[in-house]
């Protein structure tokens, strides 16, 4: 787990506080992060219309996506997303703005104050200063990223959302999601959408992708169980992207929107939830201009991102993308489909070796393994016999061809902050 490093000392000794936490192996439930919120006065209960974000990949993208449109339309907006790239700081929006230090110590020690004796996780803890942030700045909405899964996840005490809704879904975090259970499927995809799914809420719509039958049936109980809406693509709403930009059509009418300036043809898909979302809800109105603009504007650092010129990529073209799980492996694939690229590897020892370099099997042109900064991370020899290894980023960088080929650095999230900050390219 990154806890984060700070150069404000009263941050770090709190996020040293943060980093002393230990949870109980296999602890499930909700008990834990409504304690502590009761200790804080229930601020998840004080906030503005909340926008609701799971998935397995493309819920960060919807979350960049839902702000770039709120805010192209004035409105001020609250975000809590997850992980941090850099710095701690950017879990935490207040009103368009990330978190200062000051603010953000204050925040710390008061909820870590409240939550003695309460054995709260450090994402419990997080998430407890976000509401505790938001319920004291005013703001016209408020969207917040699922950490992991949904049924269990600590946003996942929001009473009634404006709109819910799930991205893609993928295998990922199988230790958590797919534990054996009593009454959840067993088959592996399903069970992720069981998971996602158990974040609908009476009285808020629950906004989706299609999927395959497994996966649907699960949300469809979902929605039966609690009472309310399901707004799925391809029955309530549909979707498609040619070259003409984004076409978007539901029971209210027909939108054409510009094609997503994120890079990825799968952007798309996340800019029509994001769309989707919008237009499902009834507490906040906003133009089909604004949501244009959003599509146009929104930036969401370390997902396909072309890194600006700096100390990593001055010479040559390089990309950059935190994507772990075969799911991401497959859109980093159809991305570069009949292009060779120098792959930059680093992957957790916990997430599998094969889940980027399968898809890009016929793309890599040369492979090099790094280490993930700070965490345990698979070696060379976990990826074949066929790439080298290199101490760190700009020594892999350093030892490529000097040839025309673009650069992949990829595997973790948490490569990709080290490798943002290498290149002073700081998430803001």
């Avoid at 699960?218 to 799925?232: H, Q, S």
Wanted: with cysteine; aromatic share 4%.
């Amino acid at each position: 787990m990154d806890f984060g490093r700070s150069d404000h000392p009263g941050v770090q000794s709190q996020l040293d506080r943060l980093a002393d936490l230990s949870v109980p192996d296999g602890r499930l439930g909700l008990d834990t992060i409504r304690d502590v919120l009761a200790r804080l006065g229930d601020p998840h209960l004080h906030l503005p219309p909340v926008f609701h974000v799971a998935g397995t990949n493309g819920k960060g993208s919807v979350c960049a996506f839902l702000r770039a449109m709120l805010e192209a339309d004035g409105k001020s907006v609250h975000v809590t997303t997850s992980p941090h790239l850099v710095r701690y700081n950017e879990r935490i929006r207040v009103a368009g703005k990330l978190v200062s230090d000051e603010e953000l110590e204050a925040l710390l020690q008061e909820v870590l104050d409240a939550s003695i004796g309460q054995g709260p996780s450090f994402f419990e803890v997080t998430i407890a200063a976000a509401f505790l942030a938001f319920s004291r700045t005013p703001a016209d909405s408020c969207v917040v990223e699922v950490g992991l899964g949904g049924r269990f996840d600590a946003t996942n005490v929001l009473k009634q959302p404006a709109v819910c809704g799930i991205a893609a879904l993928g295998i990922d975090h199988e230790r958590f999601l797919l534990t054996p259970e009593r009454g959840a499927p067993d088959d592996p995809i399903s069970r992720i959408a069981f998971e996602k799914a158990g974040i609908a809420k009476p009285g808020s719509p629950l906004v989706t992708l299609d999927y395959d039958e497994g996966p649907t049936l699960e949300i469809e109980r979902a929605v039966l169980r609690v009472g309310t809406a399901l707004k799925m693509r391809g029955r309530e709403w549909h979707a498609s992207l040619d070259v003409a930009g984004l076409h978007y059509a539901d029971f209210d009418g027909a939108l054409e929107l510009p094609t997503p300036a994120l890079p990825g043809a799968h952007q798309a898909l996340n800019a029509a939830l994001a769309v989707a979302m919008l237009r499902h809800q009834q507490q906040i109105s906003i133009s089909r201009e604004a949501m244009a603009e959003g599509i146009r504007s929104a930036r969401w650092p370390a997902r396909l991102q072309r890194l600006s010129d700096g100390p990593l990529a001055a010479k040559r073209e390089v990309w950059l993308d935190g994507g772990h799980n075969p799911s991401a492996g497959e859109i980093l694939a159809r991305h570069f489909a009949g292009q060779r690229v120098h792959l930059v590897l680093g992957m957790l020892d916990n997430k599998n070796p094969d889940a980027l370099l399968g898809p890009l099997q016929g793309n890599v042109a040369s492979l090099t393994v790094v280490p993930v900064p700070g965490h345990p991370c698979h070696q060379l020899e976990a990826f074949g016999s066929n790439g080298v290894a290199a101490h760190d980023v700009p020594e892999a960088l350093a030892a490529l061809p000097e040839d025309q080929l673009p650069v992949l650095i990829a595997g973790s999230l948490y490569l990709a902050g080290e490798v943002l900050r290498l290149n002073n390219e700081l998430p803001d």
